[in-house]
T-cell receptor, first 114, second 111 residues
Framework: DAGVTQSPTHLIKTRGQQVTLRCSPKSGHDTVSWYQQALGQGPQFIFQYYEEEERQRGNFPDRFSGHQFPNYSSELNVNALLLGDSALYLC?????????????FGPGTRLTVT | GIQVEQSPPDLILQEGANSTLRCNFSDSVNNLQWFHQNPWGQLINLFYIPSGTKQNGRLSATTVATERYSLLYISSSQTTDSGVYFCAVEGIKAAGNKLTFGGGTRVLVKP
């Protein structure tokens, strides 16, 4: 049973650049959520995708956008990168946004903005 | 939104010791999960426990939903138990299943 996978593992970008992170959900899951974890803090919810649409969004600017594909995989895009965007980006998957299903996390992508 | 507080923020244990981690939350929840984050950042699922008691080996958890808290017990701790333990909840008023995380408890088990 394949777990949640993310790519790339690490990424270094320069301020002002754009970045795309990728996530494949756990087998059988149809909902993908993205979280940002700054150093020393708990993960913060960015947004959630279900049926190829953004269902919920946390307190993040429009520079953060995403997409979900028909095979349920997802991308997170960040434009005009700031130094403060340096963080571990985590993808989680679950079965339907019903509030009663366990979420599973991928290994994360560590983004460094210089 | 819902608030989640974990205590203690830091815990240093001698190998073999027992410990209790606490998670308080400010509203009714649909979902409560405990995670262990390893040094590489991977969040490992420990328990899905919106209510009741569960046990898995040396770990056990109890959630008292009516009193809005959950406890994670680590018995006979081992050095591999070191890392950060997070409690995360989904408030009953939240749409979908957005998890709100506590600040974590950083555990160091010394040999």
């Amino acid at each position: 049973d394949a777990g949640v996978t993310q790519s790339p593992t690490h990424l270094i970008k320069t301020r002002g650049q754009q970045v795309t992170l990728r996530c494949s959900p756990k087998s059988g899951h149809d909902t993908v959520s993205w979280y940002q974890q700054a150093l020393g803090q708990g993960p913060q919810f960015i947004f959630q995708y279900y049926e190829e649409e953004e269902r919920q969004r946390g307190n993040f600017p429009d520079r953060f956008s995403g997409h979900q594909f028909p095979n349920y995989s997802s991308e997170l895009n960040v434009n005009a990168l700031l130094l403060g965007d340096s963080a571990l980006y985590l993808c989680a998957s679950s079965l339907a946004p019903a509030g009663i299903y366990e979420q599973y996390f991928g290994p994360g992508t560590r983004l460094t903005v210089t | 939104g819902i608030q989640v507080e974990q205590s203690p923020p830091d815990l240093i244990l001698q190998e073999g010791a027992n410990s209790t981690l606490r998670c308080n939350f400010s509203d009714s929840v649909n979902n409560l999960q405990w995670f262990h984050q390893n040094p590489w950042g991977q969040l490992i699922n420990l328990f899905y426990i919106p209510s009741g008691t569960k046990q898995n080996g040396r770990l056990s958890a109890t959630t008292v939903a009516t009193e809005r808290y959950s406890l994670l017990y680590i018995s006979s701790s081992q050095t591999t138990d070191s890392g950060v333990y997070f409690c995360a909840v989904e408030g009953i008023k939240a749409a979908g299943n957005k998890l709100t995380f506590g600040g974590g408890t950083r555990v160091l088990v010394k040999p």
